[in-house]
Nanobody, 128 residues
């Protein structure tokens, strides 16, 4: 059972940047694809970004493309989400999730049901 923890988050002004981290308890994390999702109050959870096990493939929601970058360091069992040019509408609880299938299939990478393990989430608040 892989446990995921998301340090980071907090309050940022619009136009600012934050970096979220996803730390895993098991080294097998390096063999999993990983995604970031977010959920704003009163809204459904939505896909943000995903990365294959090697980092060679990435996939982004249109709403964050060009502003957010997902990356990973398998030696450290970490995945990162660098968020730039933040907007108030980026305010949400952000979750990382791991998929035991290592490669990315864009047709399902944005589907929460494709992921096997989830973190508890971290709050990101962007003020206007």
């Amino acid at each position: 059972q892989v446990q995921l923890v998301e340090p980071g988050g907090g309050l940022t002004q619009a136009g600012g940047s934050q970096r979220l981290s996803c730390a895993a308890s098991e080294r097998t994390f390096g063999a999993y694809a990983v995604g970031w999702f977010r959920q704003a109050p009163g809204k459904e959870r939505e896909f943000v970004a995903a990365i294959s096990w090697s980092g060679g493939s990435t996939y982004y929601a249109d709403s964050v493309k060009g502003r957010f970058t997902i990356s990973r360091d398998n030696a450290k069992n970490m995945v990162y989400l660098q968020m730039n040019s933040l907007k108030p509408e980026d305010t949400a609880v952000y979750y990382c999730a791991a998929d035991r299938i290592p490669t990315l299939n864009p047709r399902v990478a944005g589907t929460s049901g494709s992921y096997d393990y989830w973190g508890q989430g971290t709050q990101v608040t962007v003020s206007s």
